[in-house]
């Protein structure tokens, strides 16, 4: 198989570029500066709990629209899943917390936890 998502893949940005680029999608996607989706926040022990699969080269992050019990609407969000070099997704079986250790969700979303 094709090898098209190797661990490599990546790169830091000057904080400026990453500001602005923030900015932009805050103004065109946020209509509801108090509700809508800013960031989520996912804690190292998930990430290295996907990372630790046997064959993960990193993670994919699917943005996902799910309900959001503070917004009383749908949000954007982020479904996290383990991904082999190959492509192959690594959706797992079913976890301590009834979901799939492959994939992730339940980040803190700003808002409401925001600093």
């Known amino acids: 198989m ?3 998502f190797p661990p490599s893949v990546g790169g830091s940005v000057p904080k400026k ?3 602005l680029w ?3 999608y ?3 996607h946020r209509k509801d500066k108090e509700k809508d989706t800013k960031s989520i926040f996912f ?3 998930i990430l290295l709990e996907l ?3 046997e064959g993960c080269t990193g993670i994919s992050f699917f943005l996902a629209s799910k309900h959001s ?3 009383k609407k749908k ?5 996290l899943v383990g991904r082999k070099e190959d492509g192959t997704l690594l959706w797992g079986n079913e976890g301590k917390d009834g979901g799939d250790p492959g994939s992730a969700d339940n980040g803190l979303i700003c808002p409401p936890v925001c600093s």
Request: no cysteine; charged share 40%; aromatic share 4%.
């Open 75 to 79: 949000t954007v969000n982020l479904v």
């Open 69 to 71: 019990d503070y917004a």
């Open 2 to 4: 094709a090898k098209n």
């Open 43 to 45: 804690g190292k022990d």
């Open 51 to 53: 990372l630790n699969q």
């Open 17 to 19: 570029d990453a500001e």
């Open 26 to 28: 805050d103004k065109e």
């Open 22 to 24: 923030i900015e932009d």
